[in-house]
DNA sequence: AAACTGTTCAACCGCATGGCC
DNA sequence: TGGCCATGCGGTTGAACAGTT
């Protein structure tokens, strides 16, 4: 103890003394009212640390899933150390939490996407915006209430590595088991080109290029079917000089679409975490043309209608 | 069974920032 | 406007636990 403060593990009566008194009264003024009205003899940092890492309802304390590795992966490699970034596309983790496991498990399985961000942070003037990682995924088998289809857009820069090690997660993918009554959603193929020194800068911005084909329905059915698990590798310029996007591959998102939906927004339902978006992005802003190309029609989420709202998080 | 080593997780610390007086 | 204080954030530390020898 220093200065009267009481330190070290926290003990089952003052955690319940503050999750009682917080969820009867909020916070309040400050952390060290807190903890001076509940008599904790805790300094308000730590009630408050507390409080974040481990009382705050929502709060996920399982083992991270392989969509949320791959998230913190690409996240680090792209903002750093930024945990609190990281953590606000995890929903239910803490930038404690994702800290923590990166530095304990994942520097260490994925090595290359430590060296990336080393490579990258001493030029923050090389960072030239919206490398953004959005994941959409479910892990829960037994759920079948949304129209979502389960999809995920990861966008990278493509800095070649010998990949002697575990590639950065580039894949997107639906953990839950097919459905054979899903219906199939189109495959769009794009140019193949490699077109690392054209472009435009505005292909930059959006991420994607426009796709030359579509095909969906009987054309799939013919033979032409979406890859399982479902990839949709997106290159993005290399740095320091950002080159043009080029969508070098193809492949797109075929998912089951669920057949009872719920609209969290309207219902105010507590979405699952298993289910919940993870990025504040909503997926109608990742590519509107990709949307509408491929017929998904996506209800934007509540709050972040704005597309700057959450822009700023990757910037 | 004991000692040692490695891993995980939570608490703590220092610094930066912003709000208030 | 400057000082004080609370908060937020990222880095570090250390206790507890698990695995190995």
Redesign the pocket.
Known sequence: M?GGM?????SKEEDNLIKNHIEKYG?G????GLSNTLGLQ?C???C???W???LRPGLK?G?FTAAEERIICEMYSKRG?????IAAVLPGRT???I???W???LK?RFPRAARSRRRTSSDSSDDTGPDLTLVVYNDDESTSTTTAPDLALIVYNEEEESAAEPELPLVVYNEEEESAAAPELPLVLYNEEESATAGSSSSHSSGVDKPVAVLSGSQLQAGLQPPPPICAPVQAGAQPSPPPVTLVKEELISAPVRTSPVDYHQTGEEMDVGWALMSPMPLSYMDPDLARIIGIDLPPIAGFEDIGSFLSFFN
């Open positions: 220093r009481k330190k070290g593990k926290w916070i003024r400050s952390w060290q805790r308000g940092r730590s408050r640390s507390r974040l890492n481990y304390h083992n150390s930024c945990w609190s970034i930038d404690l939490a800290k923590n496991y530095n304990s498990t260490k």
